[in-house]
């Protein structure tokens, strides 16, 4: 059982690079979310897809797109990485008003320089 | 504003040494209280879900409460593998999660 995978693990960009973090889940859930974890705040949104085909801005999207390229991929892009996209990044699914919650991946280091 | 406040930020205990975590929040029309674990290097992993005031749901050495204003995570006879970082979120009327920023719970042998 794979659940959510995250590719890549650990990444280092030099400011204005860009880079897609790729996400896939294999539990035929409809929603998918990525959030970014910083040391002192809890989990932050920064877009979220309800279904396939629809995408929404969450709390923190500036600097980020996503593409949800089918029901169980959903690709997080930043097209000018900035040090202050330094953190780490976890994308997540679940089903409409799941009780279970929401399943994670185990999430992406990234540091930009 | 939804809020979720978590306290304290770090607790270190002994084995056996029981304890709790405490989960504020403010949310317009709670849809559930969710509870998770975070293992250093990991992602968030699913504990419990309560829905009403008065509801408890319990695993192993893990009981989570709820009441109107805050949850609690309690802890009975920890083990050093109960350490970790322990996350509550909450999920509004409008759909919206909300997650605190963890307590991280150390257990010394």
């Known amino acids: 059982n794979a659940g959510v995978t995250q590719t890549p693990k650990f990444q280092v960009l030099k400011t204005g690079q860009s880079m897609t973090l790729q996400c896939a889940q294999d539990m035929n859930h409809n929603s998918m979310y990525w959030y970014r974890q910083d040391p002192g705040m809890g989990l932050r949104l920064i877009y979220y897809?309800?279904?396939?085909?629809?995408?929404d801005k969450g709390e923190v999207p500036n600097g980020y797109n996503v593409s949800r390229l089918n029901k169980r991929e959903f690709s997080l892009r930043l097209e000018s990485a900035a040090p202050s996209q330094t953190s780490v990044y976890f994308c997540a699914s679940s089903e409409e008003y799941s009780r279970a919650g929401y399943t994670f991946g185990s999430g992406t280091r990234l540091t930009v320089v | 504003e939804d809020q979720v406040t978590q306290s304290p930020e770090a607790l270190r205990l002994q084995e056996g040494e029981s304890s709790s975590l405490n989960c504020s929040y403010t949310v317009s029309g709670l849809r559930g209280l969710f509870w998770y674990r975070q293992d250093p290097g990991k992602g968030p992993e699913f504990l419990f879900t309560?829905?009403?005031a008065g509801e408890e749901k319990e695993k192993e050495r893990l009981k989570a409460t709820l009441t109107k204003k805050e949850s609690f995570l309690h802890i009975t006879a920890p083990k050093p593998e109960d350490s970790a970082t322990y996350l509550c979120?909450?999920?509004?009327?409008?759909?919206?999660?909300?997650f605190g920023a963890g307590t991280r719970l150390t257990v010394k042998p």
């Open positions: 979120a909450v999920q509004a009327a409008n759909n919206d999660m909300r």
């Open positions: 897809s309800a279904s396939e085909g629809t995408t």
């Open positions: 309560l829905y009403s």
